[in-house]
Nanobody, 126 residues
Framework: QVQLVESGGGLVQAGGSMGLSCAVS????????MGWFRQAPGQDREFVAA????????FYRNSVKGRFTISRDNAKNMLYLQMNSLKPEDTAEYYC???????????????????WGQGTQVTVSS
């Protein structure tokens, strides 16, 4: 059974940094895409970043490019999201997810993913 468990959320001031982690168990990564999504209250879940496990190709939403970095550690079965220069609009519940398929994955839509973590709250104060 595949499980994803996020950690690292909390409260940070605008302009600060925060790192999120996602522990992955029960999964052989193969060529899956692993992603980070976020959801603010009253809003739809939105794509943040993704990484293709087999070749490290990364994808970002425009508003986080240059500020956020997605990475992974095969040996530790971990997925990370380093967030710098945080803004109040980054406030949301953050989720890691695994793609439903290993081929033709559209990385920036939530329906491409079928395994989700429970989420971790990130709050950026102004």
């Amino acid at each position: 059974q595949v499980q994803l468990v996020e950690s690292g959320g909390g409260l940070v001031q605008a302009g600060g940094s925060m790192g999120l982690s996602c522990a992955v168990s029960g999964l052989t990564f193969s060529d899956y895409v692993m992603g980070w999504f976020r959801q603010a209250p009253g809003q739809d879940r939105e794509f943040v970043a993704a990484i293709r496990w087999i070749n490290d190709h990364t994808f970002y939403r425009n508003s986080v490019k240059g500020r956020f970095t997605i990475s992974r550690d095969n040996a530790k079965n971990m997925l990370y999201l380093q967030m710098n220069s945080l803004k109040p609009e980054d406030t949301a519940e953050y989720y890691c997810a695994r793609s439903r398929s290993t081929i033709a994955v559209v990385a920036d839509i939530s329906r491409s993913y079928d395994v989700w973590g429970q989420g971790t709250q990130v709050t950026v104060s102004s």
